[in-house]
């Protein structure tokens, strides 16, 4: 069902960027009105344009009817009545069967009280209706594929195929500023205001499934629901490039975005892994946002991620080495024949190694010569040409030259032209055929290297989290034992949550009496470890409340003296029982960390490291929003710093990492079927030669959501 | 002797830059001869230019002498004439007085060869007649203090308080087209080519004394003497800021760099930690390069590091405080004061708090106000004015706007004016006014970012380093121990040599036979720890060549055993002895790692780092080009991401620092005063509660230094 009401919701939506016919709910030829300046933006559309506003016959020369339903079929209303009449508006369109409605009108959600109120009541009719609501609080939506300009901006986009959302609306009216100077063009535009129904994941949908869209652009203060996002973004970042700022990444940022949309925005931990698990390439600011989207929109994809640069200047070529090295990029090594050629072709003390420097006398025969060498390579994925401005060489046939050497290789190729008025003219040769040009090297292969990572994401298989035969219904059970507690926290005493999921754990239990300790302890081979149970008391070591190696004959006398020693310590102390465990030998292992909590948009955050000095001192620790798959499980064992303490360094037996790794499926799944659980750690999980063990847990539940 | 004599050198090199006569060596008048084209070049020079050459009389209507002899007092020479025929040019200068040479002319060290011997004789000669020679193969040196353009490039710079040296000549002439487009200007240019002479620190050191600069930029492949550049920056940049690319950075840039101009640059750890104790901003790519040099030119200095924000558009406000948040800046927090300023003078829905959101529809006197009541906030130590462009705003008159804030408050204000064309006309104003202007945010703070680390820096106090008294005698000898071994490595039999210096070793010593060790561990309270002693045997442990805790009555049986052991493990292993050592208890203390090698550039390079992991798999190291002072050794100890640990986190005990710190200081000062200690390893060095000490060594001897 839901898949089905997505996607013909998608197929609408596209209907939103190519309408047949326009409404401006609230049109007015008043001058400073938002109504006025969106009716006037729209007089480039292609399609038909009208007004609707019961008090005026036409407006600025455009039909005008008193409401949707008198109107003849309407594609998209863009709504700019008072806040109060947008709900009888969204009403009119659904009755109506209006498909798109634009709300810019603010005072909503963003306002906090009965705006927020009054938003929920907009989202619940667009759903009643089945209306693609966008904003509201936006600056309304355009498509240089109809002309559609249905903004109160003051600036129209160029055409072109990359599609640009933002959270923003003042960034929308400044990047278009910017690209109508530079000459970068746009397919749609839309502003996505405060996301109260129409959000990221289902535009990036839309455009995934336009084949007239070569890349997605988001700028972002928020997701609104991390797993749609994930999902949604992983099959459209099979074709299609997605690059996504998001803002209020640091602390201090992440409070300035939510005092300004009001949206409370999840931690930076989560968006970094759920972005990363999505497939969408992320932008650090707005420079990196457009030389990427620019790279995207018109280069081909690399076949190999070798680097050929070629150079008539030998400083400028070895900042664009050291930018290779900083990337995930590396220098192509050349064959024997491309270095036979080269010699031949170039003279004397020319460097015919990569980067290949032409020296400062060459002509334009020359470099094209050398880039023709450079890009026959097998080992060579893509290029970069730098050319510093002497008297030998004209810019504009170099530009010439270097078009056609990507058109015959069909390998990606950016330039560093340096310089400034006379770099303006080949600039647009090189531009009109897609190839960016930087005065900066490093802004060049940053470029590159954003085209590789999207070759490889298009490589990418996500496969399924894999589904483990569980006993959901006894850890349902351990989980409603927090609610005979007074705090919603379980100890050891809930160990039996993780059998219930198949992580290991050792043998034994908690006894509530000595006799019970005696009883577990015969199970178990040899001595025991004891621990006092006991919410109150958090660092046991601290107060005695500890016992390892406790020999079988004397397990009832430490029972007596473990609660003797809490009692001493914290008389009004809640004691649970005693923790009766094998003696597991944690010398010959690796302790490790694995913790979950709860991102409001992106739900269970899973989080691995190993133990005690790395993730609490070193910061060593990785990230993975739950459900995972085998593959992501693990990737978190090798993403750590630490991970060759893993593979066995430093004279170490290595772990099994197989049994590691499916406890980090596992517990992915336990948290996954219930959201009940808000935090939960197990440290330590041992991890050895030939197993991984769960030796301790600590969970906070939410008793509501059991 | 060598202080006087850079001051003269000095003195002379600012004649460089506004001389009365320049000459050209080796001028004519023959097309695309660069003789040819530095005299064209030349044509808007304020003083007198004089040819030389014997065939001509006048060249270009410049009059035309046969040598320099001939020619009346130059301040200049620039010289083309073939390589062969520079050495007499030199010579012919020095006899003649002509106090700065410029060799243009290339095919000496970067050819290899002759060509390098060629050069040695150039350096020879201009040592002999203190000639300032600069190059060879450079491109020159321009001046706009007098309009002399004495280089072979297609442009002369603007006007500026900027200087620029570069390693690359192509890298100057692309920034020159670029900045002459981009209104940018320098003061002087030069071209460093092969520096075989004149280097960066006497450029640097010349422009930090000159009035007239106000940045000194510097693009560098290597630094010719680290220790130099050092002790030059810190004073340079106690007023001028010195910002460098350093390029060749990455493994594969430093390949590239090293075949580019032949110079074999040291490790980019060296540089990196030379660089930060010289005081030297160091850009990572061109446009930070410019980025900073535009800031440190034109803004006032921050006296506080709080930064306001004030911005018409929440969403790039936010992208703002990110920037903030990711630089070592921070948010200002507003007293009650600017708060209660700013409520009076917003409307309600603005945002009050940093960043201040003056809101969409924001006039330039609404801004204007909220900018001014911000950096009249003590907190506010600089401040982002970032502007959308809307239909209520002009660009113009908010430029006119914040240069006036800047006046009135003294405090730097960097702006980011978002769009295109429309933000051209109110670029100038801002620029003219010292104020740089960008599209991204994070440009437009990272820039201030380094305008503070520059007031940073003028504060610094780098101090001398402690010289110990030390027996430097005693470490001799033990170091021309190496000149009796076949290999020229030292290891636990030279521990006397850190005892030398003062650096605190365990009781104990390296004895010949069992007798010898029977008397050694007499000296030394209870049982002892013995090693074989053997430069082939270098896994010890593994070869059971270790023993822990022999009592003292075994100790000549144990001698036996260990030396059994090691011949049984390798029967030709050349055998030292075996180390009787006092037990020490390893357990409570931190085990860390105090290393030095040799840079070619910089000298003796320290590393410390903690024990085990921490340095091998975790990498957790720092650097430092010794002698360190004692703010720098404790800095080491600060710098590691393991620092906790030594403080005492999780519940150890903290160790004493400044014992720990000494040690770095003494072994600095060992290695500086014995420049044959090529390598040398101190792992670990115990640091506990209230001692450091030094368990073991290694080091590799140069005998030739001795």
Redesign the interface.
């Given at each position: 069902m839901q898949e089905t009401s997505q996607r013909s919701q998608s197929d609408e939506l596209r209907r939103l960027f190519d309408p047949a016919r326009v409404a401006v709910v609230g049109a007015t030829d008043r001058e400073g009105a938002v109504g006025r300046a969106i009716l006037t933006n729209l007089d480039g559309f292609d399609g038909e344009v009208v007004a609707v506003n019961p008090k005026r016959e036409s407006v600025l020369g455009y039909a005008c009817y008193p409401d949707l339903a008198s109107a003849p079929d309407v594609d998209v209303a863009v709504v700019v009545v008072p806040p109060d009449a947008v709900a009888d508006v969204v009403r009119d369109a659904g009755e109506a069967g209006v498909p798109n409605v634009v709300v810019v009108t603010a005072g909503f959600g963003e306002?906090g009280g009965e705006g927020a109120q009054q938003e929920q009541e907009l989202v619940d009719l667009a759903a009643e209706y089945g209306v693609n609501l966008v904003g509201p609080n936006c600056l309304g939506v355009m498509s240089t594929r109809s002309g559609m300009n249905a903004t109160f901006g003051?600036s129209m986009a160029l055409p072109g195929s990359v599609a640009f959302m933002?959270?923003?609306?003042?960034?929308i009216?400044?990047?278009l500023?910017?690209?109508?100077?530079?000459d970068f063009g746009f397919s749609d535009v839309v502003s996505l205001g405060n996301k109260a129904a129409m959000d990221e994941t289902d535009f990036m949908r839309a455009w995934g499934e336009d084949e007239e869209t070569n890349v997605v652009l988001a700028?972002l203060?928020s997701v609104v629901d991390g797993r749609a996002f994930i999902d949604t973004a992983r099959e459209v970042t099979s074709e299609t490039p997605v690059v996504a700022?998001k803002?209020?990444?640091?602390?201090?940022?992440a409070?300035?975005?939510s005092?300004?949309?009001g949206a409370i925005a999840g931690s930076e931990k989560a968006y970094e892994a759920g972005f990363e698990q999505a497939g969408v390439l992320r932008a650090?600011?707005?420079?990196e946002f457009f030389d990427f989207a620019k790279a995207l929109d018109g280069l081909p994809k690399p076949e190999t991620e070798g680097v050929g640069v070629v150079t008539?200047?030998?400083?400028?070529?070895?900042?664009t080495?050291?930018?290779?090295?900083?990337s995930s990029l590396?220098?192509a090594s050349f064959g024997d024949d491309t270095r036979d050629r080269l010699l031949d072709a170039l003279p004397g003390?020319a460097?015919v190694?990569n980067?290949v420097?032409v020296i400062?006398d060459a002509d334009v025969d020359r470099f094209e010569t050398a880039l023709d060498v450079t890009l026959a390579d097998g080992g060579v994925g893509m290029a970069v040409v730098v050319a510093?401005?002497?008297?030998m060489l004209d810019y504009e046939a170099l530009a010439d030259a270097v078009v056609a050497a990507q058109a015959e290789h069909g390998k990606p190729v950016v330039t560093c032209f340096?310089?400034?008025?006379?770099?303006r003219a080949p600039e647009r040769v090189l531009n009109e055929a897609g190839i960016p040009n930087y005065?900066?090297?490093?802004?060049a292969v940053d470029s590159l290297d954003a085209l590789a990572e999207h070759a490889r994401l298009t490589d990418r298989e996500y496969g399924t989290p894999r589904e483990f035969d569980v006993d959901r219904e006894r850890a349902r059970e351990i989980l409603r034992g927090v609610t005979e507690r007074e705090s919603n926290q379980l100890g050891v005493e809930a160990m039996d949550l993780l059998d219930a999921y198949g992580i290991p754990t050792p043998q034994g239990g908690v006894a509530e009496s000595p006799g019970e300790a005696e009883e577990l302890a015969a199970d178990v081979d040899g001595d025991v470890v004891m621990k006092i149970v006991s919410p109150d008391i958090l660092h046991k070591s601290d107060i005695g409340g500890v016992k390892v190696g406790v020999p079988q004959a004397e397990v009832g006398d430490a029972y007596e003296n473990l609660v003797t020693r809490a009692r001493t310590y914290q008389s009004d102390a809640r004691i649970l029982g005693v923790q009766v465990q094998e003696l597991v030998d944690t010398e010959h292992g690796v302790e490790t960390i694995l913790g979950v909590n709860r991102d409001p948009q992106f739900g269970p955050l899973l989080m691995f490291g190993l133990g005690?000095?790395f993730v609490?001192?070193?910061?060593?620790t990785t990230f993975r929003v739950a459900p995972v798959t085998e593959r992501e499980a693990d990737e978190m064992l090798a993403d750590v710093?630490?991970a060759?303490?893993l593979r066995g360094?430093?004279g170490r037996t290595p772990v099994d990492r197989d049994a590691l790794s499916e406890c980090v499926e596992r517990l992915g799944q336990l948290v996954t079927d219930f959201p009940a659980i808000l935090e939960l750690d197990v440290n330590p999980l041992l991890a050895r030669g030939d197993e991984a063990l769960a030796l301790d847990l600590r969970l906070t539940v939410d008793p509501d959501q059991l």
């Amino acid at each position: 069902m839901q898949e089905t009401s997505q996607r013909s919701q998608s197929d609408e939506l596209r209907r939103l960027f190519d309408p047949a016919r326009v409404a401006v709910v609230g049109a007015t030829d008043r001058e400073g009105a938002v109504g006025r300046a969106i009716l006037t933006n729209l007089d480039g559309f292609d399609g038909e344009v009208v007004a609707v506003n019961p008090k005026r016959e036409s407006v600025l020369g455009y039909a005008c009817y008193p409401d949707l339903a008198s109107a003849p079929d309407v594609d998209v209303a863009v709504v700019v009545v008072p806040p109060d009449a947008v709900a009888d508006v969204v009403r009119d369109a659904g009755e109506a069967g209006v498909p798109n409605v634009v709300v810019v009108t603010a005072g909503f959600g963003e306002a906090g009280g009965e705006g927020a109120q009054q938003e929920q009541e907009l989202v619940d009719l667009a759903a009643e209706y089945g209306v693609n609501l966008v904003g509201p609080n936006c600056l309304g939506v355009m498509s240089t594929r109809s002309g559609m300009n249905a903004t109160f901006g003051p600036s129209m986009a160029l055409p072109g195929s990359v599609a640009f959302m933002s959270q923003s609306g003042a960034f929308i009216t400044a990047v278009l500023d910017w690209a109508n100077d530079a000459d970068f063009g746009f397919s749609d535009v839309v502003s996505l205001g405060n996301k109260a129904a129409m959000d990221e994941t289902d535009f990036m949908r839309a455009w995934g499934e336009d084949e007239e869209t070569n890349v997605v652009l988001a700028y972002l203060e928020s997701v609104v629901d991390g797993r749609a996002f994930i999902d949604t973004a992983r099959e459209v970042t099979s074709e299609t490039p997605v690059v996504a700022v998001k803002s209020g990444r640091t602390e201090a940022g992440a409070q300035a975005a939510s005092s300004h949309t009001g949206a409370i925005a999840g931690s930076e931990k989560a968006y970094e892994a759920g972005f990363e698990q999505a497939g969408v390439l992320r932008a650090e600011n707005v420079q990196e946002f457009f030389d990427f989207a620019k790279a995207l929109d018109g280069l081909p994809k690399p076949e190999t991620e070798g680097v050929g640069v070629v150079t008539n200047a030998g400083g400028p070529g070895v900042m664009t080495t050291d930018a290779v090295g900083d990337s995930s990029l590396s220098m192509a090594s050349f064959g024997d024949d491309t270095r036979d050629r080269l010699l031949d072709a170039l003279p004397g003390n020319a460097n015919v190694h990569n980067p290949v420097d032409v020296i400062g006398d060459a002509d334009v025969d020359r470099f094209e010569t050398a880039l023709d060498v450079t890009l026959a390579d097998g080992g060579v994925g893509m290029a970069v040409v730098v050319a510093a401005p002497t008297a030998m060489l004209d810019y504009e046939a170099l530009a010439d030259a270097v078009v056609a050497a990507q058109a015959e290789h069909g390998k990606p190729v950016v330039t560093c032209f340096m310089g400034g008025e006379r770099v303006r003219a080949p600039e647009r040769v090189l531009n009109e055929a897609g190839i960016p040009n930087y005065f900066d090297p490093a802004r060049a292969v940053d470029s590159l290297d954003a085209l590789a990572e999207h070759a490889r994401l298009t490589d990418r298989e996500y496969g399924t989290p894999r589904e483990f035969d569980v006993d959901r219904e006894r850890a349902r059970e351990i989980l409603r034992g927090v609610t005979e507690r007074e705090s919603n926290q379980l100890g050891v005493e809930a160990m039996d949550l993780l059998d219930a999921y198949g992580i290991p754990t050792p043998q034994g239990g908690v006894a509530e009496s000595p006799g019970e300790a005696e009883e577990l302890a015969a199970d178990v081979d040899g001595d025991v470890v004891m621990k006092i149970v006991s919410p109150d008391i958090l660092h046991k070591s601290d107060i005695g409340g500890v016992k390892v190696g406790v020999p079988q004959a004397e397990v009832g006398d430490a029972y007596e003296n473990l609660v003797t020693r809490a009692r001493t310590y914290q008389s009004d102390a809640r004691i649970l029982g005693v923790q009766v465990q094998e003696l597991v030998d944690t010398e010959h292992g690796v302790e490790t960390i694995l913790g979950v909590n709860r991102d409001p948009q992106f739900g269970p955050l899973l989080m691995f490291g190993l133990g005690g000095i790395f993730v609490e001192i070193m910061e060593d620790t990785t990230f993975r929003v739950a459900p995972v798959t085998e593959r992501e499980a693990d990737e978190m064992l090798a993403d750590v710093q630490s991970a060759p303490l893993l593979r066995g360094a430093r004279g170490r037996t290595p772990v099994d990492r197989d049994a590691l790794s499916e406890c980090v499926e596992r517990l992915g799944q336990l948290v996954t079927d219930f959201p009940a659980i808000l935090e939960l750690d197990v440290n330590p999980l041992l991890a050895r030669g030939d197993e991984a063990l769960a030796l301790d847990l600590r969970l906070t539940v939410d008793p509501d959501q059991l």
